[in-house]
């Protein structure tokens, strides 16, 4: 292995490192919101399910960086559907298995080489 593999290997694990553990700090946070779009839908007056599509957009966002790609976009999802549309019986469903999906991921610290 050349020195300049080497070093890119290094940075890529460092880099993984760091976003593994930043996940680790913030997925409480985005647990929260998960939490604060089910109150919100199970509420179901007109500013809760704004509360609920704004909290949507902002897990659309942060999911897709931390490579939760498919959650990222039932977020986006949900959140169409609360600012274009009638919520459908199953919402509150769905953001369920959108915070499992928060909960349960896990980025490996392992550099991916």
């Known amino acids: 292995m050349t020195p300049d593999v080497a ?4 940075d890529r694990a460092r ?9 680790e700090r913030i997925r409480g946070d985005q647990l929260a919101s998960a939490d604060d779009m089910l109150a919100a839908l199970r509420r179901g007056d007109p500013d809760g399910l704004a509360e609920a599509a704004d909290a ?16 990222s976009e039932v ?3 949900i959140e169409l559907e609360l600012r274009h549309g009638a919520p ?10 959108l915070r499992s999906a928060i ?10 080489a």
């Open 7 to 10: 070093t890119n290997n290094a």
């Open 56 to 71: 949507a957009h902002r897990l659309a966002g942060t999911l897709g960086m931390f490579d939760l790609t498919e959650a």
């Open 15 to 23: 880099l993984r490192a760091g976003l593994a553990a930043l996940w």
């Open 75 to 77: 977020a986006a999802g």
């Open 103 to 112: 909960e349960n991921h896990r980025l490996d610290r392992a550099s991916r």
């Open 88 to 97: 459908t019986e199953d919402l509150q469903v769905r953001v369920a298995r």
